[in-house]
């Protein structure tokens, strides 16, 4: 077997066997001062290497590691390993919590994130990891072709796009679920450019009610593909945050701490079950994130803001972050505050096509970009409704002209409509791939 340590306070563990496990306990054989209970499962990159990694809360010394010629001939091609270096290669540079199983939804957002994080370092020009806001299978996968790296299923979206009404607490479980899924199966369908489809985060709303509605949000969104579920702070039944304004309706510290916490142990709930029921003997990560937002400061205002981020991240959120902030100063003094290691998003909506930043004092609120965003040390950038305000708006113009001649495109009015042609849309959709494969499997 092939073992290589990776230093930096915790110890890594590589391996060429398919089943690492085995490994850990063959080391656990030889040496009884590996606790397996103290590792968790991951992957590695370096060069044409690529394995999987047992990754351990404590650290062992050098000399508990055995190297064999697998490990040398990596080391032959790659050079000696130095400790630094292998570090600043690991997936798990300054995360705040351990890699999830490499099967659970969490995992390809935690790649991105900690990778994303590792090439910041070396960046003189930071960003955020851009987040569109997608309302059906069809918008997740022009996206994903896109090579979008996430995407963020949106309350307000499907509210839209699947019922017609407003983001306003008449969209239940039952809908988000059955879109969430029918998004994480279209994502997974294999017609997508060669690379892994985007992990999907599910807007959990308020968790649609108590304790036991709240596990039932969790493991249902968890099932359907979700790798990240937000919930929020408003008084259920909830309203969109930028619609409501300062009419919006807030629960109080103590519940808002409640229903994080509900969350996060509905979470820890399905993991346990799920590696009992696969067997797995290895301690891994959160299996979903779970994204603690708040929606108080129009309610509340920004002092109170910071206090609820603060205890969502000291709970243990996977994902901290407040809606509707009002001036650059909010943004960078809530960056501030929090752990540089939690994992932070700023969420914003782009009210209109002429929208221009604007400059606090004089304006309101900023219009931030990705680099703006990165720049003052957040993560993850959403823009929630943005795909969904393109097909509203290219819609509207079209319906007028459509009505008059029924063409589109062919007078002054609705000229600059982008309408993508009969052959563009059968790619889209997967025609082309439908039709190699009846050719090849005609029946």
């Known amino acids: 077997r ?38 968790s499962l991951g992957k590695y990159f370096k060069g044409d290497y690529m394995g999987p990694i047992l990754y351990f809360d404590r650290f062992y010394p050098h000399e508990n590691f055995v190297f064999c010629d697998g490990i040398r001939d990596f080391v032959a091609r790659n050079d000696e390993p130095k400790g630094n270096e292998l570090n600043s290669h690991s997936p798990y540079i300054d995360m705040p919590m351990r890699p999830p199983c490499p099967t659970s939804g969490a995992f390809p957002l935690f790649s991105l994130v900690s990778e994303h994080r590792s090439k910041q370092l070396t960046q003189t020009t930071k960003s955020a990891i851009p987040i569109a806001g997608v309302h059906d299978a069809l918008s997740a996968k022009i996206f994903a072709q896109h090579k979008a790296p996430v995407l963020f299923l949106s309350g307000f ?16 479980l039952v809908e988000m679920e059955m879109v969430a899924r029918r998004v994480c199966s279209t994502l997974r369908e294999g017609d997508l450019p060669e690379y892994e489809p985007p992990p999907l985060i599910v807007d959990g709303d308020t968790g649609y009610g108590g304790s036991a509605n709240m596990l039932r949000t969790i493991s249902a969104l968890t099932n359907a593909g979700a790798a990240a579920i937000t919930i929020e702070d408003q008084v259920f039944p909830k309203k969109c945050t930028i619609a409501a304004g300062d009419k919006i309706r807030i629960i109080d510290r103590e519940a808002a701490t409640q229903r994080v916490n509900a969350a996060i142990g509905a979470r820890n709930l399905y993991d346990a079950k799920w590696s009992r029921s696969k067997s797995e003997s290895l301690t891994n990560g959160p299996g979903v994130w779970i994204v603690a937002r708040t929606d108080c400061r129009l309610a509340f205002g920004f002092q109170e803001t910071i206090e609820r981020c603060l205890r969502f991240e000291n709970m243990g959120a996977d994902v901290v972050y407040a809606e509707n902030l009002q001036s650059f100063d909010e943004y960078q003094k809530l960056r501030s505050k929090l752990d540089p290691k939690t994992i932070t998003m700023v969420a914003q909506v782009q009210e209109g096509k002429d929208s221009v930043k604007k400059i606090d004092g004089e304006n309101g609120k900023p219009l931030l970009t990705i680099q703006e965003i990165g720049d ?63 050719n090849e499997f005609p029946c």
Not at 4 to 33: I, K, T, V
Not at 157 to 172: E, Q
Not at 391 to 420: C, E, H, P, Y
């Open 376 to 438: 003052m040390g957040f993560d993850l950038a959403l823009f929630g409704v943005t795909p969904l305000q393109c097909v509203v708006g290219s819609l509207q113009k079209a319906a007028g002209s459509f009505l008059d001649t029924g063409i589109v495109g062919q007078t002054t009015n609705d000229r600059d409509i982008t309408l993508a042609d009969f052959e563009s849309l059968k790619k889209v959709v997967g025609f082309e791939n439908l039709e190699t494969f009846e």
């Open 2 to 39: 092939s073992y290589c340590p990776l230093y930096r306070g915790n110890s890594l563990l590589l391996s060429r066997s398919d089943r690492p496990q085995d490994d850990l306990f063959a080391l656990h054989q030889m040496n009884d001062e590996f606790a397996p209970e103290t590792a």
């Open 157 to 172: 979206g499907v509210s839209a796009a699947l019922l017609g009404i407003p983001d306003a607490g008449m969209t239940n």
